[in-house]
């Protein structure tokens, strides 16, 4: 299958060609045509497979004949949850319609509201933006009553990001008659109730296994102390000789602390977290993408919006603290169809928190432990046994999933103990209470438990 046989003309075929794509990817053959047919389509397609340019390109096509630059009006908004994907989207927008006369505008926050209007003015056919910062312009003025294809991309984590309320606002702002095309990465209730309020008789395009990860990715856990982490990530860095790696940790603090730890072995690193400034991200991110910057160390909010090519290294340093956020952090490598490895780091808290993530991605993830950093046999976690007990008890997938993606216990660290007794324990039996030794109490393990996302 062609990209000429799915209808596309010739502007947007001159683009996708100049950027080297051949062939349509899955989502890309099933999308396209419904969306140049004006259905709405509701579609949950794994990150990296395609799906901006299964909305981007069609909608283009859709709003090709514009106006005079003076007479032109808003008529496609396309709204994502964090500001590196509205830009990404934005910069993809761009790439295909460089033979087109459409004008983009990207509206996110971090950059001053009155420059963007002075943009608006200029003749903006599309726009690209954040759901809070869109509210902000349409509450001084900006007209969207014409709009008419309304892309919702990443619906899960605008939702997880509390952007429920702007979505109901915006929602009733837009004409009666339009098309509405929502995308979601993983699937929920939430973004089903939620596809119920914007969507008109959709068409459901399903890609892939739910909550799959990507095939093309080999995954892998190590099992590492708590405090020997850093130095792990190091030598594997070093000793693998790693071109390029994207690191994840789940908390701003433990980033800040894990570059501190990285510089001290000479390694060039760059962070990319909440606490930045839209023009920090936005300076590391490039840093990174032409190699002056080899580690990025990230948090899952700045996860989302990263679009790296050929990106063959992702390391959890940390697993995250929602099992689906795994998903998303894994898709930023073996994109398009290209391989990519996924490493995590386990300590004896998250050896029990990756059961939650391989319910979630229907898989095992296999686990080894690197020569030198092995860990300690006798630690153990104050709550292991019931931990245990709990996840021998846990409901098959599907139940979980209808409970709505409760979070793991994983938030609330209980103390590392040490084993008194390192025999194996019978769960079902009662045990004497353990003498407890809280033992790593170096700086990592510390901070972990004083941070916020
Ligand atoms: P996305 O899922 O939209 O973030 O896209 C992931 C990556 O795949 C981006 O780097 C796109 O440029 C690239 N891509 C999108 N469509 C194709 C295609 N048909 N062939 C090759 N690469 C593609």
Redesign the pocket.
Known sequence: MSFEKLGLIKPLLGAIKE???????AI?KRAIPLVLAKEDVFATAQ???????AFGLPLLQRLRNTTAAEDRVIRGVILSPTRELSIQIFE?MKSYSKHMSLGCAVLVGGKDLESQQRLLKKGIDIIIATPGRLMEHVEKGLNISQVEIFVVDEADRMLDMGFAKELRKVHPLLPKRHQTLLFAATYSDKVRKLSKLLLTKPTFIEISKKNSTVDTINQIAYMVDTDKKAALLAYLIGSRNYPQVLVFTRTKASADALVIELKKDGLKCGIIHGDKTQANRQKTLNEFKEGIIKVLVATDIASRGL?I?ELPFVINYELPSVPEDYVHRVGRTG??GRNGEAISLLDVYEKFDIKDIERVIGMKIPKETVAGFEPDPTLRRADADEVKLKNEHKKPEVTYHKRNMKKPSSNKRAEVTKKTDTKKTDTNKKTEPRKKIVTNKKAFSSKKSKTSK
């Open positions: 950027l080297g794509f051949e062939h349509p990817t890309q990150t990296g497979t395609g799906k901006t340019a993809d679009d090519e994109r398009a």
